[in-house]
């Protein structure tokens, strides 16, 4: 099993835009959950984007005129996002996004943790440290938005277990999951042709089973007005408002 890092920086990392169906289709999807969420910075509004993987949400942030402060421990993936930002007013920051506050040296207008990166800390107790830390570090009315998989239930069974992500005539990337009592192993099994033949890749790491009651408890614990709805890709999207 590896750790989150290590199936990041050495596996799915580097296939990650790919996986998202590119970066222009990445940025439109970006654009229409925050929209579908209410986020909208103003010029010079600083948000942060934690997880921020290749960068789909800062970009989009970026453009509406936000000063972004984007959060990964996968180095090729803030590279990737390096060379996009061009002139764009995103900093990029390799660090775990436990540590984000140290980065922050005001309060923030927005805070951003997108596509299932919550269920990928280590402990819900690391997650509530998380909730906790964006709670504070927003300024009066400033928003957070998270979205994540809800994990509850007994999931998928069998051949269900399989779950096909991305594919083209060169590579195939499969998902294939388990539920345990308190995570979800995750497998992600890349084919990559070479020549007439195909290569398989695998790499396995587990996920949390976050409720998100347990999230939007800890958020109205401290001090936000929480909403909870359906994100795209069918995962939660909870919105906090401090
Ligand atoms: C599923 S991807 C989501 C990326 C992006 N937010 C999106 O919506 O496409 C999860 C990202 O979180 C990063 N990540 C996971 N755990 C992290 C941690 N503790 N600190 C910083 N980044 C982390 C991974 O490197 C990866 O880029």
Not at 6 to 23: A, K, N, R, S
Not at 42 to 70: T, Y
Not at 107 to 118: E, N
Not at 175 to 191: A, Q, W
């Amino acid at each position: 099993m590896a750790s989150t890092q290590e199936h990041y920086d050495d596996h799915l990392g580097p296939i990650y835009t790919w996986m998202l169906g590119g970066f222009d289709a990445a940025c439109s999807a970006a654009e229409e959950e925050l929209d579908n969420a209410g986020l909208a910075p103003a010029k010079g509004d600083v948000v942060v984007d934690l997880g921020c993987g290749s960068g789909q949400f800062s970009i989009v942030l970026a453009r509406n005129g936000a000063s972004v402060l984007a959060v990964d421990c996968c180095k090729p993936l803030l590279a990737e996002l390096d060379q996009r930002s061009g002139e764009l007013n995103v900093r990029t920051i390799h660090s775990d996004m436990l540590s984000f506050r140290r980065h922050l040296s005001q309060p923030a207008s927005g805070i951003v943790c997108m596509g299932d990166t919550l269920t990928h800390l280590p402990s819900k107790e690391d997650v509530q440290v998380l909730l906790r830390d964006v709670a504070s570090a927003l300024k009066s009315g400033g928003v957070f938005v998270a979205t994540f998989r809800n994990y509850a239930g007994d999931g998928p069974m069998g051949d269900a277990r399989f779950i096909p992500v991305q594919s083209d005539a060169n590579r195939i990337l499969t998902c294939f999951i388990e539920y345990g009592r308190f995570s979800v192993g995750v497998t992600d099994l890349v084919h990559e042709r070479d020549g007439d033949s195909w290569q398989l890749r695998t790499s396995s790491y587990e996920k949390l089973r976050l409720e998100p009651a347990e999230v939007s408890a800890t958020l109205e614990e401290s001090g936000c007005h929480v909403r909870t709805e359906n994100g795209s890709r069918g995962m939660v999207r909870i919105v906090a408002v401090r």
